[in-house]
């Protein structure tokens, strides 16, 4: 079946530097690319909606400058946390659609910036 | 008014038993329904896909879906430990917009 692999499962950084997160469809073609952030207890949020080859949709409230989205190819999409805080800190998830219905999610990254 | 909402729980059952995890919606035009499975710190697992009203079932699992009362649920039968995590109901309309809409999860634990 079709397999998101993302990485890393886990990042701890520190105040004001960056983390890239990389999310690879590794048995299919990614034409669509969705980044989520949770926070425990709850439900996911769509941060922003990457197409291959054009530049990301952001959901409302998302900073796009914060939150760098790169969809270079049909198997990768990053997305990169610049000058993260405290605040930043979650448990991010992509998920990568191929077709009407094919969802599958990457197996999430928990960022704690101290 | 959220556009899915779902019981967030949580929800403690014994093992072997029928468990009901509901969503309702208010947007009609949701044509594709689907359950995930996420276990703590983990992705969401995709568990049941289904489009049009009526039931699915697969293993021991049941998708139904009431589109005239905007109502979805997921059974599980025979419920066993390792079915404790959190489900997600989803869903999406047709065309280009791609984007699933989450309810909020209910968490379940399955008591041994």
């Known amino acids: 079946g079709a397999v998101v692999s993302q990485h890393p499962s886990r990042v701890i950084c520190k105040s004001g530097t960056s983390v890239k997160i990389e999310c690879r469809s590794l048995?299919?073609?990614?034409?669509?690319m969705f980044w989520y952030r949770q926070f425990p207890k709850q439900s996911l949020m769509l941060m922003a909606t990457?197409?291959?080859?054009?530049?990301?949709?952001?959901e409302q409230g998302v900073e796009k400058d914060k939150f760098l989205i790169n969809h270079a190819s049909l198997t990768l999409s990053t997305l990169t946390v610049t000058s993260a805080h405290p605040e930043d800190s979650s448990f991010y998830i992509c998920?990568?659609?191929?077709?009407?219905?094919?969802?599958?999610f990457g197996s999430g990254t928990r960022l704690t910036v101290v | 008014q959220k556009e899915v909402e779902q019981d967030p729980g949580p929800l403690s059952v014994p093992e072997g038993a029928i468990v009901s995890l509901n969503c309702t919606y208010s947007?009609?035009?949701?044509?594709?329904f689907m359950w995930y499975r996420q276990y703590s710190r983990k992705g969401p697992e995709l568990l049941m896909y289904?489009?049009?009203?009526g039931n699915k079932e697969d293993g021991r699992f049941t998708a139904q879906v009431d589109k005239s009362s905007k109502y979805i649920s997921l059974f599980i039968r025979d419920s066993q430990p390792s079915d404790s995590a959190t489900y997600l109901c989803?869903?999406?309309?047709?065309?280009?917009?791609?984007?699933?809409?989450f309810g909020s999860g209910t968490q379940l634990t399955v008591l041994p």
């Open positions: 998920s990568a659609s191929s077709g009407t219905y094919g969802y599958t």
């Open positions: 048995d299919f073609q990614a034409t669509t």
């Open positions: 990457s197409n291959e080859g054009s530049k990301a949709t952001y």
């Open positions: 947007n009609s035009a949701f044509q594709y």
């Open positions: 289904t489009y049009s009203s």
């Open positions: 989803a869903m999406k309309g047709s065309g280009s917009a791609r984007q699933l809409t």
